[in-house]
């Protein structure tokens, strides 16, 4: 397990959750297309990051591209930590023990190869070229063994001892068959390592010295240290974490739609998925804590997924009410109605130009303060709309005054689709004006 940090950019909460929302909306099949990419680990640490906001305390949770979390009790000053190293087992029904605590093997030579490498032989030298000597051959150094799983979850107890408490836990979708004294075994779902047999803990406490390195003169601590089967399934993941969210909600002030809810553990996914760091180690706590998903930040997802599911027809429609109300012309509010359906599916079509000729309209609302100065709604889209004349647009006579007080509406009241448009820069609305 090596905790690691990415220098990658952040995606902004609004492009993911309006990229999240269209997948979603466009699924057939409960969002397996949008939650695909978000393997069983991503799921398991936005599982962990529920878990501890519904402790309602604060936390910071991190997810390590070599599939671990780390959760710590705050997210400034953390006193404690749980380290848990996530393995799927793909070819068995159980773990032995034996599998936790060899060291892993990878692609690296045996050394014997490279012994018999190092003894050359007359067709291990490089012929001359353009009467050059020849090259010997290149010897390779053998690697030590990479350290088994239980040996780089202890690690993290000793990179972080800094910390008044930390456990650590192997989680898996797999059982762990445990011996005992007798040499029988017996399958569990979880296990405290120091409830093992003394001479198979001691056995393993001499392999985790020797696989770190660690100095005999400093003890082996397996105290809080388990095994123990992820809550979190392999098959549809996301679909467990949505129904953990949606029993968070019972009894509380929280109330998302069931669509909300699927779309808020998405959103958590994604940025669990985005921070987990591929680039350097994470050297210490302020590094870990730069890559954590918090509690405010699942805030933040919350609301945005809750406001995702905010009607775009309904809240113009409100504007329409409130012209209505203000004794707008009836010819202008019926003309509205009739154009609100295709303003609607118009502004979500990115490559049709209703979203620039929008951007427009936001560019001239953020420019003229003036505008939120008027009384009423009528008079803000007729100043509106006569600044946006000026502009001469291409193709904006194509465009109804009464289509472009929908998009208009859509800008006062912030929708979802106003808050992915084009770029518009100043000069551009300046020339135009021109």
């Keep these: 397990m090596v905790l690691m940090i990415g220098i990658q950019k952040e995606l902004p909460l609004v492009q993911v959750v309006s990229d999240l929302f269209r997948d979603f909306k466009g699924d057939e099949i409960g969002g397996q297309h949008a939650s695909r990419g978000f393997n069983f680990q991503v799921w398991h640490a936005v599982l962990e990051a529920l878990k501890a906001y519904k402790s309602g305390e604060d936390y910071a949770v991190v997810l390590e591209w070599q599939q671990d979390v780390a959760v710590l009790n705050s997210s400034t000053t953390p006193t404690a930590v749980r380290f848990v190293q996530l393995k799927k087992h793909e070819t068995a029904t159980h773990w032995k023990l034996h599998h936790l605590i060899a060291p892993e093997k990878g ?4 050394a014997a190869n490279d012994a018999a490498t190092d003894a050359s032989s007359p067709g291990d030298v490089q012929p001359p070229v ?13 690697k030590a063994p990479k350290p088994s799983f239980l040996a780089k979850l202890y690690a993290h107890r000793r990179r972080f001892k800094e910390l008044a408490q930390s ?3 192997f989680a898996s979708n797999a059982k762990y068959e445990i011996p005992d004294a007798a040499g029988a075994t017996t399958m569990l779902s979880s296990i405290e390592l120091t409830g093992l047999d003394s001479k198979v803990r001691e056995d393993l406490e001499e392999k985790v010295r020797t696989q770190l390195g660690v100095p005999t003169d400093e003890p082996i601590d397996l105290s809080d240290f388990g095994l123990l089967v992820s809550e979190c399934p392999i098959a549809d993941p996301h679909k467990h974490v949505a129904g953990e969210l949606a029993e968070m909600q019972i009894g509380s002030e929280l109330k998302l739609s069931g669509a909300a809810t699927m779309l808020a553990v998405l959103v958590i996914a994604s940025y669990v998925h985005q921070r987990a760091g591929t680039t350097r180690f994470a050297k210490n706590l302020q590094e870990l804590l730069e890559r954590a998903v918090t509690r405010s930040d699942v805030d933040k997802y919350l609301i945005a997924a809750n406001d995702a599911q905010i009607s775009t027809a309904e809240q113009v429609q409100d504007v329409i009410s409130r012209l209505n109300a203000e004794l707008a012309p009836f010819a202008l509010v019926s003309k509205m109605k009739r154009e609100l359906s295709r303003a609607c599916v118009e502004i979500t079509n ?11 309209l936001k560019a001239l ?5 003036e505008y939120a100065q008027l009384p009423k709604v009528v ?11 000026k502009l001469k647009l291409p193709n904006a006579y194509l465009y109804m005054r009464e289509y472009l007080y929908c998009l208009m509406s859509m800008i006062i009241q912030n929708a979802n689709p106003i808050q992915q448009l084009p770029s518009v820069s100043p000069g551009s609305q300046s020339e135009d004006e021109e």
């Design 107 to 110: 692609d690296d030579p045996p």
């Design 130 to 142: 353009d009467g050059k000597p020849a090259k010997k051959p290149r010897k390779t150094k053998p």
């Design 167 to 169: 456990r650590l836990e």
């Design 350 to 360: 990115r490559a049709g130009p209703t979203p620039m000729v929008a951007a427009h």
């Design 365 to 369: 609302y953020e420019k003229n303060t």
């Design 379 to 389: 008079d803000i889209f007729a100043a509106w709309y006569e600044d946006f004349q």
